[in-house]
């Protein structure tokens, strides 16, 4: 591939990345409020206590994520990323298609199966970093992954905005909007991207079919090696530390200070802007100065002092603290993979990105659980629990980084 198509194949590739991760956020701002501040068979189904079936809605959602990205990500090694791209773009706009039907006929259980059915197929994030991965070279790999997380920060900001302003008018009306952008991100991916992945496993094991592609290619078969087990444990705990932050602070903000829906979107852009930043223009300083894993650790122990510091912050400090915020989830978020893809550069870079991913995934169902049950004791304790789970990773990411030379599996 000449640099010219890589650049090409990027370029495309961050559109789709900014639509399907605005998709994904755009419920973030509306479902909070729904299930504290209004009371019909939606939001009271079963006379289930509303916070408990939002943190369900919550779980349900990544854990198809979960399942989507344990073998997503391994099924573009095999069959191409392209192609699998299309096939995963098609079911989310299904969803969120279903999703709309479901909030305006009130149907809790189908809202609940649309998000399970959207979580599977967005697994295929883990298919954007293996294309980043792809593409180096011609391009850098840093720079590619960087740019990639600026996207997906840019899809947060986006979508949390966009679900904000259109919560006064119907919830439906946001999950609408996702689809018409998965729609879209099918044509530009259809005509634009090119195929990545033309490697010898690809040609080779073209015929596998799908179902030994879930038993036998699943991203969880890397956990047999001793190296990336302790380095997924690493990202176990950080993300159950960054899904207690994601999950709790829209109902931390409105149980404390009585946030709207549009301030909810508003305060996330100014946590994604910060990310988005910091992407773009502090990584390559940080990296060169600190490196992978001291920078990682640096940032990880600031967004675990920041989280406990929820029990301090007022209304007006929340919004300068949530600044420093996204600068520290930048950081560790784009530092760590590039670490786990440098460390392992002999696995399959889709298993490899599949793995973070499902872990990701897997950290948010357990923390929409867990969180869900101690925020019944208020919501800011459930982030402080987060901060705790993230000087846990620190701690074995020390570890690790004293193990760094183990011999990575072949």
């Known amino acids: ?34 299930f504290l501040n209004e009371v019909n068979s939606f939001t009271n189904f079963a006379g289930i206590e509303p916070k408990l079936l939002l943190g369900f809605l919550l779980a349900v959602y990544p854990l198809g994520l979960l399942i989507g990205s344990s073998f997503i990500g391994a099924a573009s ?50 298919i954007a970093k293996a294309i980043a991965i792809d593409l180096s070279p011609p391009l850098d790999k840093t720079r590619n992954y960087s740019l990639v997380s600026a996207t997906t920060y840019a899809g947060w900001l ?21 689809a018409v952008a998965m729609l879209f991100a099918i044509v530009v991916v259809y005509f634009y991207l090119g195929e990545s992945n033309r490697s010898k496993m690809c040609q080779e094991h073209a015929h596998l079919s799908i179902r030994r592609v879930l038993y036998q290619n699943n991203s969880f078969t890397l956990l047999k090696h001793k190296p990336i087990r302790r380095l997924f444990y690493v990202f176990l705990f ?38 988005i930043i910091s992407s773009i223009y502090l990584l390559p300083i940080v990296k060169a100065k600190y490196g992978l894993v001291k920078a990682s650790k640096i940032s990880m122990l600031c967004f675990a002092l920041m989280m406990f510091a929820h029990a301090l912050l007022t209304e007006t400090s ?9 600068v520290a989830i930048a950081i560790y978020n784009a530092m ?12 399959s870079q889709g298993k ?34 987060g901060g705790f789970l993230m000087l846990i990773a620190i701690s074995i990411l020390h570890f690790i980084e004293i193990n760094e030379n183990s011999e990575p599996p072949k």
């Not at 969803?95 to 197929?121: M, Q």
């Not at 929340?318 to 996204?326: E, L, N, Q, R, T």
């Not at 499902?358 to 357990?366: A, D, G, K």
């Open 238 to 275: 950080s993300t159950l530390a960054t899904n207690a932050y994601y999950e709790f602070y829209p109902l931390w903000l409105v149980e404390s200070f009585n946030f709207s829906g549009p301030n909810i979107g508003f305060i996330t852009a100014i946590l994604t802007t910060a990310m």
């Open 158 to 178: 986006l979508g949390p905005v966009v679900g904000g302003l259109l919560q006064p008018h119907g919830a439906y009306l946001a999950f609408l909007v996702a």
């Open 77 to 126: 090694d095999i069959y191409g990323r392209r192609k699998v791209l299309v096939i995963t773009l098609i079911f989310s706009a299904v969803g969120y298609l279903l999703s709309v039907w479901a909030l305006l006929s009130e149907n809790y259980l189908l809202f609940a199966l649309t998000r399970f059915i959207t979580g599977i197929s967005e697994g295929n994030i883990a």
């Open 1 to 34: 591939m000449t640099e010219q198509q890589a650049k090409k194949s990027l370029y495309t590739l961050l559109l789709i990345v900014l639509l399907s991760c605005a998709g994904i956020a755009l419920p973030y701002p509306i479902l909070a409020p729904l």
């Open 318 to 326: 929340s919004w300068f603290a949530y600044v420093f915020i996204g």
């Open 352 to 385: 490899l990105m599949g793995l973070i991913t499902t872990t990701f995934s897997l950290s948010n169902v357990l923390m929409a659980i867990i969180g869900s049950i101690i925020s019944l004791y208020g919501s800011v304790y459930s982030i402080m629990f």
């Open 336 to 347: 760590l993979p590039i670490f786990a893809s440098e460390q392992f550069s002999d696995v």
